[in-house]
C-alpha cells in the first residue's frame, strides 16, 4: 500500500474517512457540493407529451480544482410515484481561476457532451462546444445547462437541446433541495 510522507500535499485524502479541503478555484462552485434532490418537467417536439420526472444531482470533490457530477431521474406516474429510469449522466467539471468551467458529461445512451461556460454569483451557465455520439445514439447537435442556487438549499435546474433535427429549445427544468 501506498504510504505518502506527512508532507505530501494531499496525504489526507488518500484515506477513505478524510474529506480533503477544496480547492481555492472551487470557491465559485462551494454552494453545489452535497446531493440535491426534487422534481421536474420535461418535454420536447419529436415525444408525444410532456412528462414529470424526478431527479437527483450530486456534486463532490477530491481537493483539486475538479467537481465531479452525476444526475439520475426517473419518470414519474400521475401519482408521482417512479415508473422507471429516465436519464443518468456523470462527469467532471474543471474550474479556472477566473470562474471559466470546462465540463465533460456522459451519458450511457452514447452521448458524451464537452461544454464551457462561467460560475459566478450562484449561476453556473453550460453550453456545448462539442457532442460525440456512439453510432447507434441519438443525434444531438448542442445543449445549454443553467444551475441556479436559488437560496442556499433550492437550486434550479435548466436544460436546453438541439436534437433530432431540432433546433436548441426548452427540455427539462426542475427544482431540487438540498439533502443532508
Do not use: N
Amino acid at each position: 500500500m501506498f504510504d505518502p510522507a506527512p508532507d505530501y500535499p494531499y496525504a489526507e485524502s488518500l484515506h477513505a474517512d478524510a474529506t480533503p479541503a477544496p480547492h481555492p478555484q472551487l470557491a465559485p462552485v462551494l454552494g453545489l457540493l452535497g446531493r440535491w434532490r426534487g422534481r421536474g418537467q420535461g418535454g420536447y417536439p419529436t415525444l408525444d407529451e410532456d412528462f414529470a420526472y424526478a431527479q437527483e444531482v450530486t456534486f463532490s470533490h477530491d481537493g483539486r480544482p475538479f467537481l465531479r457530477y452525476e444526475a439520475r431521474a426517473w419518470l414519474l406516474g400521475d401519482d408521482d410515484v417512479p415508473l422507471r429510469p429516465a436519464a443518468r449522466e456523470s462527469g467532471w467539471w474543471r474550474l479556472l481561476p477566473d470562474g471559466r468551467v470546462e465540463a465533460l458529461i456522459t451519458q450511457p445512451t452514447g452521448i458524451a457532451e464537452i461544454a464551457v461556460g462561467h460560475a459566478a454569483d450562484g449561476a453556473i451557465d453550460l453550453a456545448t462546444r462539442q457532442v460525440a455520439t456512439t453510432p447507434t445514439a441519438k443525434d444531438v447537435e448542442a445543449t445549454r445547462r443553467r444551475y441556479t442556487l436559488d437560496a442556499p438549499d433550492t437550486l434550479t435546474f435548466t436544460h436546453d437541446l438541439a436534437a433530432v433535427g431540432q433546433p436548441l429549445q426548452h427540455h427539462l427544468s426542475a427544482r431540487l433541495r438540498r439533502q443532508s
